[in-house]
């Protein structure tokens, strides 16, 4: 076993302090990784702070890293000490369910195994995330990174880029297409780019107008104020999709009364409280309210080569380890352009 340095929040109260956990030895199969970049995701703080229940403390949140290869087990062919790899939402599966076999290993029936706060396959070993120094991971979850970005701009699309990536593939848009994101940030922003890379037509729907601006310079060619009435009014029946993003409690009959017959509203956001949906917005014009996680390590690996070749990153602020507290405080204020991003040498 070796001992590395980590931040952990030990209660849902308290802030999060410096830790130090034991990772396992690489075995045949695993990758051990220096993490250089995490992440900073609202997930992250849902859990910290037990917004969702079932945190297990102390819990050492991030599941956006990228880092180096530093030791590689005796089976290990597809990484070497020095590659640059990365590794997002999840750190294993069954392997032999009917989504894993179909490379979807986020919905493995038998339970996937989450990159912190969650059981390994063992079910009883629990997964440590990416605020520490060191990470092991078995190589079918450890993922390819080209060097041609810079890599703290990369970290985020291990959560942030396929979230988004992942929806707007499955359900096929394309140029043309008529698609609003709801919510400027981590997600938000992400959506923006890749919906507008693939020739979507994208309007940014926000209740902050001082996000015009930003959001025109991400790729949006509209904008729109939903506190307006008349605004929305207007955009009735107007969309073929919809990315909605937003953690916070709103009201999602408001945006579905802006799809067109058969629009299709995408649910990647997750409040932490339930929300009332009239059947008349859905039955009235065939639209479809879904959902949608992350995507499975293929499609994950898909995404970032996608995202090497289109120059598409995330727009970040760096911190140190020891602002993450802070950090939070202004993720939850909307206080971010877009995605606070560790530098983990800081932790040190």
């Not at 392997?95 to 339970?111: A, P, R, T, V």
């Not at 912190?116 to 991971?137: A, L, M, P």
């Not at 690996?301 to 405080?329: F, G, K, P």
Request: hydrophobic letters at 35%.
């Amino acid at each position: 076993m070796t001992l590395v340095k980590a931040y952990a929040a030990q209660k849902a109260d308290k802030p999060l302090e410096p830790y130090q956990l034991t990772r396992r030895e690489p075995g045949a199969d695993d990758v051990e990784i220096k993490i250089l970049y995490c992440g900073v995701c609202h997930s992250d703080i849902h859990t910290a702070r037990n917004e969702w229940g079932g945190t297990m403390y102390p819990v050492v949140p991030g599941h956006e890293v990228v880092g180096k290869v530093s030791r590689v087990g005796a089976n290990v062919s597809r990484f070497k000490v020095g590659d640059t790899v990365g590794v997002g939402c999840f750190v294993d599966s069954c392997g032999h369910c009917g989504n894993c076999k179909d490379h979807q290993e986020q919905y493995c029936e038998n339970g996937h195994s989450q990159t912190y706060n969650s059981f390994e396959q063992d079910k009883k070993t629990i997964t440590y995330g990416g605020y520490s120094t060191h990470i092991v991971v078995t190589q079918d979850f450890v993922l390819n990174v080209s060097d041609k970005l810079p890599l703290e701009k990369v970290a985020p699309l291990l959560c942030a880029g396929i979230t988004t990536y992942s929806p707007l593939k499955y359900w096929g848009v394309k140029k043309g297409d008529k698609l609003a994101v709801v919510g400027l940030g981590g997600l938000g922003h992400m959506a923006v780019k890749i919906a507008a890379s693939m020739g979507a037509e994208v309007t940014m729907l926000s209740r902050s107008p001082g996000k015009a601006k930003d959001a025109a310079e991400l790729g949006a060619h509209h904008f729109a104020l939903t506190t307006e009435k008349e605004t929305m009014q207007g955009l009735a029946n107007t969309f073929d999709f919809i990315i909605d993003t937003v953690s916070a409690e709103h009201d999602y009959n408001e945006y579905l009364a802006l799809l067109n017959t058969n629009g299709v509203m995408v649910l990647l956001g997750v409040p932490p409280t339930p929300s009332d949906v009239s059947a008349f917005h859905l039955i009235m014009g065939r639209r479809s309210l879904v959902g949608s996680l992350v995507g499975g390590i293929k499609e994950t690996q898909e995404m970032l080569d996608y995202c090497a070749e289109h120059n598409i990153t995330s727009d970040v602020e760096m911190i140190r380890m020891d602002q993450i507290n802070e950090a939070y405080e202004r993720t939850l204020k909307g206080d971010v352009h877009y995605r606070f991003v560790i530098d983990m040498a800081s932790i040190d």
